[in-house]
């Protein structure tokens, strides 16, 4: 592992421990050139399946596009960096579970907009103006009232 202060290949583990339900391993390390410590994170590596775009490209599963767009939904939300790691962990597990060499990334990001409305609200509204491509403020206002229909049918059936 490359030292991120000097750059020496040169380092030890200092401590491994496991995340909770043991997908990730931490390990704290330091270099032997320079004695910074740095932190580095282990995931095991699983084939998933490409991802079929709209317009018949085929493209890589990239957890971090992933994670990156769900941050930007969730910016300025009391929403933690695990809860979406969790969330994405669970996509990640509904792609291996099906079993597909292929699968359509509109399929996927049904997945997300089901889910999101149960990690954040307005997570899901900011996702969903961006994944759904609004054309004007009436579509976006039909989606707040599906949001709130599904959230008080919920609530009835709940309670």
Avoid at 81 to 110: T, W, Y
Wanted: charged content about 40%; glycine content about 4%; aromatic content about 6%.
């Amino acid at each position: 592992m490359k030292c991120p202060y000097c750059g020496d290949l040169e380092n030890k583990v200092i401590d491994s421990r496991l995340n909770k339900d043991s997908t990730i391993t931490r390990r704290r390390r330091e270099c032997l050139s320079c004695d910074q410590r740095f932190t580095t994170y282990e995931r095991l590596e699983v084939m998933m399946p490409m991802l079929v775009k709209k317009d018949g490209r085929r493209e890589a599963w990239d957890r971090q596009k992933l994670t990156v767009g769900l941050e930007k939904a969730c910016e300025k939300r009391p929403i933690s960096r695990d809860a979406i790691d969790r969330f994405v962990d669970d996509i990640e597990h509904k792609l291996q579970d099906i079993g597909a060499k292929e699968v359509a990334s509109s399929e996927v990001g049904q997945w997300v907009m089901a889910g999101l409305p149960q990690l954040d609200e307005v997570a899901y509204v900011r996702f969903a103006s961006v994944y759904r491509q609004f054309k004007d403020v009436n579509e976006f206002m039909d989606e707040l009232k599906t949001l709130l229909a599904t959230r008080d049918e919920e609530k009835k059936n709940g309670a």
